[in-house]
């Protein structure tokens, strides 16, 4: 920026800061600048500066009450939410996280995904069977669906070792397990589950404790006799610069 244009910034800068001045303290030039009257500004700062404290205390406090409930009210249905969800997962779980994957089939919490030439699609773990066998030239995967259907699924050695074939079946053997083992647990998880959303629904002690805060709030602040009493001794410091200057400030 050039002198001049840092010239006018300044002159703009003053010119503000003396408007402000003249508006905070009306009457003229030597009311608002003159050193004679800085006890009469002083009086009027007193005054505005005890009610905008007071004011703005009992804004910050109300606020922080108002706060609380909402929070408590987001977190009361994020609460029930997740329950909710919970109950969602165990009545269909889906195909849960992933496990492993050998060429063609995809093995997942709950499902093991197939994509071959005669059947593309998930089987549920906890209805399927499965085994191997091997070959010199290739290994062989037999899966039986819950159907009964069977597929095969064939590995050239060449592509894929034996161990790794032998140590698929091993994990799919164990997310079965697994499954199975969930799946006879889930009528009693879900009714656990449906319990504690009933809980969860129904604890709603945070929200009333916030919502009595604030009620406590309100109410002693609506009693509060100090931003009255700020107000008037406000409106007397605005009478007296009135009458010393003709001019009532706002």
Same mark, same amino acid.
Do not use: C
């Given at each position: 920026? /050039?002198?001049?244009?840092?010239? @006018? ?25 003159? +050193? ?22 009992? =804004?910050?406090? @109300? ?9 408590? !009210?987001? $977190?009361?249905?994020?609460? %029930? ?11 269909? +779980?889906?195909?849960? $996280?992933? *496990? ?10 709950? !499902?093991?995904?197939? /994509? ?15 085994? /191997?066998?091997?070959? =010199? ?15 095969? !699924? ?17 994990? %799919?053997? #164990? ?7 969930? *799946?006879?647990?889930? +009528?009693?998880?879900?009714? &656990? ?8 629904? #129904?604890?709603? /002690?945070? &929200? ?5 805060? @604030? ?5 002693? &602040? #609506?009693?509060? @006799? ?6 008037? #001794? ?7 610069? &009135?009458?010393?200057?003709?001019? =009532? +400030?706002?």
């Amino acid at each position: 920026m /050039s002198a001049w244009g840092w010239t @006018l910034l300044l002159a703009l800068a003053a010119a503000a800061a003396a408007g402000r001045q003249l508006y905070l303290y009306p009457g003229g030039w030597k009311f608002a600048f003159g +050193p004679e009257y800085g006890a009469e500004r002083g009086d009027l700062d007193r005054a505005r500066g005890a009610l905008r404290g007071l004011e703005r205390s009992a =804004r910050k406090e @109300l606020a922080g009450a108002r706060g609380a409930v909402d929070t408590a !009210v987001t $977190a009361h249905r994020r609460r %029930v939410r997740d329950a909710e969800e919970h109950i969602a997962r165990l009545r269909d +779980p889906g195909r849960g $996280a992933y *496990r492993d994957e050998l060429g063609a089939l995809s093995l997942y919490e709950h !499902v093991l995904a197939v /994509s071959t030439d005669d059947f593309s699609g998930d089987l549920p773990l906890h209805g399927i069977a499965v085994r /191997s066998d091997h070959t =010199r030239t290739a290994g062989h995967l037999y899966l039986v669906g819950p159907d009964g259907r069977q597929h095969l !699924v064939t590995y050239a050695t060449a592509d894929i070792a034996e161990e790794r074939v032998r140590r698929f079946v091993v994990d %799919v053997h #164990n997310a079965i397990a697994a499954a199975k083992t969930l *799946r006879r647990d889930r +009528p009693a998880q879900l009714r &656990q589950a449906k319990a504690e959303l009933h809980r969860v629904t #129904n604890d709603t /002690s945070a &929200q009333e404790d916030a919502r009595l805060y @604030l009620e406590e709030v309100t109410a002693r &602040q #609506n009693d509060d @006799l100090r931003i009255p009493a700020a107000r008037k #001794n406000l409106a007397a410091a605005h009478d007296r610069w &009135q009458e010393l200057t003709g001019r =009532r +400030p706002s």
